[in-house]
Nanobody, 126 residues
Framework: QVQLMESGGGSVQQGGSLKLACVASGFSSFGGHCVKWFRQAATKEREGVASINGGGGLKYADYVKGRFTVSRDHSKNTVYLQMSSLKPEDTAMYYC???????????????????WGQGTPVTGAS
């Protein structure tokens, strides 16, 4: 049974930092997956935050560039999201999602991701 599990969420003051982790289990070749972090705030649609492919290629949404860093540790089947300079508008449930992508392409759309974690909440207090 494949599973993604996020951790590391919490409440932090404006300007603070948090590091989220997404641990994968049950996959036969997680190293070839694109992993993307999404977030969903109350009453808003789920939106992409950052992605990393198997080769380490990175993409960030404009609203987190320069503040968030995504990385992965293949030996631990874990992808991280380091969040710094947090703002109140970063408050959301954060999800990691993955899809097999040996080409290195990371899809943009939510519907393209087959595997999802349960989410971890981040509250950026003002």
């Amino acid at each position: 049974q494949v599973q993604l599990m996020e951790s590391g969420g919490g409440s932090v003051q404006q300007g603070g930092s948090l590091k989220l982790a997404c641990v994968a289990s049950g996959f036969s070749s997680f190293g070839g997956h694109c992993v993307k972090w999404f977030r969903q705030a109350a009453t808003k649609e789920r939106e992409g935050v950052a992605s990393i492919n198997g080769g380490g290629g990175l993409k960030y949404a404009d609203y987190v560039k320069g503040r968030f860093t995504v990385s992965r540790d293949h030996s631990k089947n874990t992808v991280y999201l380091q969040m710094s300079s947090l703002k109140p508008e970063d408050t959301a449930m954060y999800y990691c999602a993955s899809t097999s992508s040996f080409s290195g392409y990371c899809p943009l759309e939510v519907r393209e991701y087959a595997n999802w974690g349960q989410g971890t909440p981040v509250t950026g207090a003002s």
